[in-house]
Structure formats: C-alpha cells, structure tokens
C-alpha cells in the first residue's frame, strides 16, 4: 500500500473547521477523532495507548496530561507511566519491552525530553516497528523514504491532513509542482515534513536549517511555508508571498500565553490560509497520535487473525 493510506481516509468538508483563513486545527482535530471512533466502533477494537513519562519537566507534564485525555476520552485503553529523572537506560527499555508483549496496548510513546544521562535513540529503537505511535521507529521512517504505507510522524501527519483536505475543496488550489519550504530540520518534524510534502502533494521541497543562507529569500518564494524551529522571529513574515499558505509549528509560553514561531500580523494580511497557536497544529498533532494508535491496533488484530 501506497504512503496516502497511513492517513485517515475519509472526507472533513472545510465548513467544519476553516474559519475564512484560519486552519482550524481544533475543530479538524475533533472530526478525526469521530472518524476514529467509527472506526474503532466498526472493527471492534480497544486501541491502548502507553505512554512513559521520565522525569519532570514541567511542559511534559501538559503534553502527557492532553494525550491521556484525548485517549481515554475516545474509549481506549491508557496507561501513564512515571518514572523518577534518575531513572536508567535499563529501566525504561525493560518498561517498553513489557509493552512491546503487553495484547492490549498498541502504541508506545516515550514522552521527549529524556534527561540528559539517557540515550534517546536506543530507548526509541527498543519500542518495536508495529507499535510505534510517534512514527520515529528506523523501519517506520524508511518506509516513509520509500513512499510505503507507515506509521507517520504525528505533527507532519496533521499538516499534510489540513492540506490535503484544503486541497480536494478549493478549486483553484493545486500543490503540484508548487513550492513548498520548511523551515527546520528535525527527525520528528522537519525531514518526515518535507518528504511528505514531497510524497503526498507532489510540491517541490526547500529545507532550511540554521546554517541556511538568505532564509528571506526562501520565505519570500515559498507557496507553502512550514515555520518549524521552535525559535520565534527567524522568519521575516513580512516577506511571505501574498497568497501563501502558513503553517506554524513552534510553541512558546510568553507571559504564560501559548505563541508560534510567527508574528501573525503581516500573515494575517498576507497569507490566503494560515494555521493560528493555539488551536491550529498542536491539537492535529494529538489526533494523529491517536489515529497511529488506532492504525497499530487495526494491524495487530488483522495479523493475529492470519497467524
Ligand atoms: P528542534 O529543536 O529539534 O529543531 C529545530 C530546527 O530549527 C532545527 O533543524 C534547527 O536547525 C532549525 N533552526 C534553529 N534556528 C534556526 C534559524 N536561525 N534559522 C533556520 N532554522 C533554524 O525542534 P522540533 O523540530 O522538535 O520542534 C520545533 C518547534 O515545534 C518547537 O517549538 C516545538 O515545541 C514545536 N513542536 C510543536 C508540536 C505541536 O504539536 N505543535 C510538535 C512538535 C514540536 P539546525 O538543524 O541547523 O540546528
């Protein structure tokens, strides 16, 4: 099966979540989830969602508290477990081995941060392919290089969810041979971002990164514009291209208020869509997580019943 069928297939008519340019993530968010609670309903599943907590740093604790809530509000199974900041490397890959053979969960998330004296890498790899919620999983990851159908990346997965939908509703837009630019180059945004801009929409990819030259100029020539460093004010969105589409990633907590990456002012003006923080990415984040989730268990069921 091809890369389109690792999102959810099915229709999200814009009247529900696009308010004249703002990209609803909330209200989309909300819709997949009732396209997820069909589809548990429709296949008799329980979804179960772990997700491991190491430490306490004090952003996690919010992110971990959003996705008990979403799972538990859509009926699956979730389990929360803490473990101190001087927890070892054994552990944690002993908890996610108990996971891994545990029937009835089938997504395992190590919440990131991890304090600094533990390997993420390895404690990401210990959670096996087939239950992998977050799409960070080597062979996840090379499926999504080799456009086969995967668990992907929960914040990529959203984007391209919104665009796609944007895409099959507004006449006059078509991403094909469009120029896409990313702004940021992580393993859990970025890269799976571009490719899947690259893959999904057929759009032509630009990745910047702090070591890129000229990032105006780029902002300036991008028909989709993903701000994605997690540092506000890089991007001059002043210079956004009349007519674009924006899209920001980052969060920030300034004075206790959730802020993007992007100072919204010349996009509102600017842009023909743009996604607002908070209620655009983040909340499409969790959704995917959930549907990762719901993917795994649908798997699992169906290879339990051939063996
Ligand atoms: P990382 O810190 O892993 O990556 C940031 C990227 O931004 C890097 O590739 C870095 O480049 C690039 N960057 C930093 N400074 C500049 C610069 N001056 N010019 C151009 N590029 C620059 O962050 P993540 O990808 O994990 O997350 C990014 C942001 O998104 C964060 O604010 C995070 O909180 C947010 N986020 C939001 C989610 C949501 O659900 N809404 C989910 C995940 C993340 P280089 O590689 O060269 O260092």
């Not at 772990?50 to 538990?72: F, L, M, N, P, R």
């Not at 979730?78 to 552990?91: D, G, K, N, W, Y």
């Not at 992907?152 to 120029?179: D, Q």
Request: glycine letters at 8%; a neutral charge.
């Amino acid at each position: 099966m091809s890369l389109f069928a690792s999102l959810p297939q099915s229709d999200f008519p814009l009247a529900d979540w696009v308010d004249g340019k703002k990209l609803m993530g909330k209200k989309l968010a909300e819709a997949v989830r009732a396209h997820i609670r069909a589809e548990t309903q429709a296949h008799s599943l329980q979804p179960g969602l772990a997700v491991i907590w190491v430490g306490d740093d004090a952003a996690s604790q919010v992110y971990v508290g959003g996705k008990e809530k979403a799972a538990t509000e859509l009926g699956y199974k979730s389990l929360v477990i803490r473990l101190p900041a001087t927890a070892t490397q054994e552990q944690i890959v002993a908890k996610i081995h108990e996971f891994n053979h545990a029937p009835d969960i089938h997504g395992i998330l190590v919440q990131l941060p991890l304090p600094q004296h533990l390997n993420e890498r390895e404690i990401l790899q210990a959670i096996i392919a087939e239950k992998d919620a977050d799409g960070f999983h080597f062979v996840n990851q090379g499926r999504l290089l080799a456009g086969a159908e995967t668990v992907l990346s929960c914040t990529p997965a959203g984007i391209v969810l919104m665009l796609r939908e944007l895409e099959k509703n507004v006449g006059e837009l078509n991403f094909a041979g469009k120029h896409a630019v990313v702004v940021g180059r992580s393993n859990i945004v970025g890269k799976p971002m571009a490719q899947l801009l690259l893959s999904i929409l057929n759009m032509t990819v630009t990745m910047c990164h702090s070591k890129t030259q000229a990032l105006d100029s780029y902002v300036a020539a991008a028909d989709v514009l993903v701000s994605a460093t997690g540092v506000r004010g890089i991007v001059n969105t002043n210079k956004i291209k009349a007519g674009a589409i924006v899209i920001d990633v980052g969060m920030h907590r300034i004075d206790g208020k959730l802020t993007g990456d992007l100072d919204l002012q010349p996009v509102i003006e600017r842009a023909a869509y743009y996604t607002p923080v908070p209620g655009g990415v983040g909340p499409m984040t969790i959704a995917m997580l959930l549907y990762n989730t719901f993917r795994n268990a649908r798997a699992l069921s169906a290879a339990r019943h051939l063996a």
